[in-house]
C-alpha cells in the first residue's frame, strides 16, 4: 500500500537549474516548479459505509506529499486509508467511511521551491435516528383544533429562557409566523454583533387562534450585574409575576412589588419550561451560566413543571443541515451537539429538539415550520398532560 501522510519524493523539474549536455553536444536546462495545484480537492458527502476518495491534480509530480485530518497528521490504518500518487494525480481513498471519518482533509505539496496545500470537508450520512413529519398542514390542522383537558384552564403557557442570542425571543416569532401565516418580527431579538438582551420586560404573546401563551424572558448572563435574575424566572413559574413587569438584575421581585401575584392559579402558572440552547456555542458556554440554567431546571422539577430543551442554530454546526434541513437526523454533528447539551444541562435525549428559527429568510420555509412544529407539538402535549393532572389534584382538594 502506498505510504500514508509520508512523504513521496520524486526527481528534481526546474527551478534549480541543473545544465546537462546531451550526446550532440547541447546544453539543456531543467529544475523544480513552484508546487501548485491545478485542481483541489473537492468536498465529499456520503453515506456511512459506503467509500470515498479525494483527489486533486498538480503542476508537476516532483513532490513530497502529506495529508491531515483535522489539523492533525493523517495516521492511517490498514485496508483503510491508501494514499496515491499517479504523475501529477495525487489521491487518498477511505474505505466503509464512518462517523468517526468525518472532518475538514488537508494535502500538503512541497518541493525545494515551496509549499502548497489545499483542504475539503468530508460529511458523513449517518441512519435516520428520528423521524420527522415533512408535511405542515396535518400538525397545524391538530394544533389548531386542539383542545385543552382542563376546563378552568383557557391557554397553555409556555415560559422561554437561555443566555442571551440563544434564540429564545426567534422561537417565537417563528412560532407566531407559522400560525399566523405572515413573517412575524415584532418580538425583538438580540443580534450576535450588539450582544445584550433586547428583552427586558416580562413579555406576553398569544399564538394565532390557537390556546398557547408563550412568555420571553430577559436573557442570562454571566455575573450579578447582567441578565435576568433566577429568582425572577423561577417566580414568573410559579405564576406571581404579571406581564410587562421589567427586570431589575440586582433587585428580583418581591411581595410588596405592584407585578407580584401573591395566589396564583393554575391559569397563572407556566405549564411547560422551554430551556433554549445555541448549538453552535453549547461547548463554550459559561459555566456560571449553565448553572444558572440548572438552578432554573430543578425550581421546575419541584413544582412538577415539566421541561424541555430547543436546541437553536443548527444550520451554523452542519453543512449538510444548513443546505438541507430534511438531513437534520442523519447528521453525526447534529448528534453530538444534543449529547453534548444533554450532558452539560442534564436533561435526556429525547427531551431536546434540534431547531431553526426564522432570521434571514423573507418568505414561508415549509421544511423549517415542520421541524418547529414537531418541537412545538411536543411541548404541546406536555404542557397539556400538566395542566390535566394538576386539575384534577383540584377537584379532590
Given at each position: 500500500m502506498p505510504g500514508c501522510a509520508a512523504d513521496i519524493e520524486h526527481p528534481t523539474e526546474k527551478n534549480t537549474v541543473l545544465r546537462i549536455t546531451s550526446a550532440q553536444g547541447k546544453t539543456m536546462e531543467s529544475g523544480q516548479s513552484t508546487p501548485e495545484f491545478v485542481t483541489v480537492l473537492g468536498k465529499k458527502q456520503v453515506k456511512a459505509g459506503e467509500d470515498v476518495t479525494f483527489r486533486c491534480e498538480t503542476n508537476t509530480n516532483n513532490l513530497s506529499v502529506t495529508w491531515e485530518k483535522k489539523g492533525q497528521k493523517l495516521c492511517c490504518v490498514e485496508g483503510k486509508h491508501t494514499t496515491g500518487k499517479n504523475g501529477r494525480i495525487i489521491s487518498l481513498e477511505i474505505k466503509n467511511v464512518d462517523l468517526r471519518d468525518e472532518g475538514n482533509y488537508t494535502v500538503t505539496i512541497k518541493n525545494s521551491s515551496g509549499i502548497a496545500s489545499c483542504s475539503a470537508m468530508l460529511i458523513v450520512e449517518i441512519p435516520e435516528w428520528r423521524t420527522v413529519q415533512w408535511k405542515q398542514d396535518t400538525m397545524i390542522s391538530t394544533l389548531n383544533s386542539f383542545k385543552i383537558s382542563a376546563e378552568n384552564v383557557r391557554k397553555l403557557r409556555f415560559l422561554v429562557y437561555g443566555p442571551v442570542g440563544a434564540g429564545k425571543s426567534s422561537i417565537i416569532n417563528t412560532i407566531k409566523s407559522i400560525f399566523e401565516g405572515h413573517q412575524y418580527i415584532n418580538c425583538l431579538t438580540a443580534s450576535d454583533l450588539i450582544g445584550g438582551s433586547f428583552t427586558t420586560k416580562y413579555e406576553k404573546y398569544n399564538i394565532g387562534n390557537?390556546?398557547?401563551?408563550?412568555?420571553?424572558?430577559?436573557?442570562?448572563?454571566?455575573?450579578?450585574?447582567?441578565?435576568?435574575?433566577?429568582?425572577?424566572?423561577?417566580?414568573?413559574?410559579?405564576?406571581?409575576?404579571?406581564?410587562?413587569?421589567?427586570?431589575?438584575?440586582?433587585?428580583?421581585?418581591?411581595?410588596?412589588?405592584?407585578?407580584?401575584?401573591?395566589?396564583?392559579?393554575?391559569?397563572?402558572?407556566?405549564?411547560?419550561?422551554?430551556?433554549?440552547?445555541?448549538?453552535?456555542?453549547?461547548?463554550?458556554?459559561?459555566?456560571?451560566?449553565?448553572?444558572?440554567?440548572?438552578?432554573?431546571?430543578a425550581a421546575a422539577s419541584k413544582l412538577g413543571i415539566p421541561q424541555v430543551v430547543f436546541m437553536t442554530r443548527v444550520d451554523k454546526v452542519c453543512e449538510m443541515t444548513e443546505k438541507d434541513l430534511t438531513k437534520l437526523y442523519q447528521s453525526g454533528k447534529i448528534k453530538e451537539k444534543i449529547m453534548v447539551c444533554s450532558n452539560r444541562l442534564g436533561v435526556a435525549l429525547n427531551c431536546v429538539f434540534p431547531v431553526k428559527n426564522y432570521s434571514e429568510e423573507t418568505k414561508a420555509n415549509e421544511k423549517l415550520n415542520c421541524l418547529m412544529l414537531e418541537a412545538f407539538t411536543q411541548i404541546v402535549y406536555s404542557a397539556n398532560d400538566f395542566v390535566k393532572k394538576n386539575s384534577n389534584q383540584l377537584k379532590k382538594e
Amino acid at each position: 500500500m502506498p505510504g500514508c501522510a509520508a512523504d513521496i519524493e520524486h526527481p528534481t523539474e526546474k527551478n534549480t537549474v541543473l545544465r546537462i549536455t546531451s550526446a550532440q553536444g547541447k546544453t539543456m536546462e531543467s529544475g523544480q516548479s513552484t508546487p501548485e495545484f491545478v485542481t483541489v480537492l473537492g468536498k465529499k458527502q456520503v453515506k456511512a459505509g459506503e467509500d470515498v476518495t479525494f483527489r486533486c491534480e498538480t503542476n508537476t509530480n516532483n513532490l513530497s506529499v502529506t495529508w491531515e485530518k483535522k489539523g492533525q497528521k493523517l495516521c492511517c490504518v490498514e485496508g483503510k486509508h491508501t494514499t496515491g500518487k499517479n504523475g501529477r494525480i495525487i489521491s487518498l481513498e477511505i474505505k466503509n467511511v464512518d462517523l468517526r471519518d468525518e472532518g475538514n482533509y488537508t494535502v500538503t505539496i512541497k518541493n525545494s521551491s515551496g509549499i502548497a496545500s489545499c483542504s475539503a470537508m468530508l460529511i458523513v450520512e449517518i441512519p435516520e435516528w428520528r423521524t420527522v413529519q415533512w408535511k405542515q398542514d396535518t400538525m397545524i390542522s391538530t394544533l389548531n383544533s386542539f383542545k385543552i383537558s382542563a376546563e378552568n384552564v383557557r391557554k397553555l403557557r409556555f415560559l422561554v429562557y437561555g443566555p442571551v442570542g440563544a434564540g429564545k425571543s426567534s422561537i417565537i416569532n417563528t412560532i407566531k409566523s407559522i400560525f399566523e401565516g405572515h413573517q412575524y418580527i415584532n418580538c425583538l431579538t438580540a443580534s450576535d454583533l450588539i450582544g445584550g438582551s433586547f428583552t427586558t420586560k416580562y413579555e406576553k404573546y398569544n399564538i394565532g387562534n390557537v390556546p398557547f401563551t408563550f412568555y420571553d424572558v430577559m436573557g442570562l448572563e454571566n455575573g450579578q450585574s447582567e441578565g435576568v435574575h433566577t429568582n425572577d424566572i423561577i417566580n414568573a413559574l410559579k405564576g406571581q409575576i404579571l406581564k410587562d413587569y421589567r427586570f431589575k438584575p440586582l433587585d428580583p421581585i418581591d411581595k410588596a412589588n405592584s407585578y407580584y401575584i401573591l395566589n396564583p392559579t393554575l391559569n397563572d402558572q407556566i405549564h411547560c419550561l422551554v430551556s433554549v440552547i445555541p448549538a453552535d456555542k453549547i461547548s463554550m458556554m459559561d459555566d456560571e451560566v449553565m448553572n444558572k440554567m440548572k438552578e432554573i431546571r430543578a425550581a421546575a422539577s419541584k413544582l412538577g413543571i415539566p421541561q424541555v430543551v430547543f436546541m437553536t442554530r443548527v444550520d451554523k454546526v452542519c453543512e449538510m443541515t444548513e443546505k438541507d434541513l430534511t438531513k437534520l437526523y442523519q447528521s453525526g454533528k447534529i448528534k453530538e451537539k444534543i449529547m453534548v447539551c444533554s450532558n452539560r444541562l442534564g436533561v435526556a435525549l429525547n427531551c431536546v429538539f434540534p431547531v431553526k428559527n426564522y432570521s434571514e429568510e423573507t418568505k414561508a420555509n415549509e421544511k423549517l415550520n415542520c421541524l418547529m412544529l414537531e418541537a412545538f407539538t411536543q411541548i404541546v402535549y406536555s404542557a397539556n398532560d400538566f395542566v390535566k393532572k394538576n386539575s384534577n389534584q383540584l377537584k379532590k382538594e
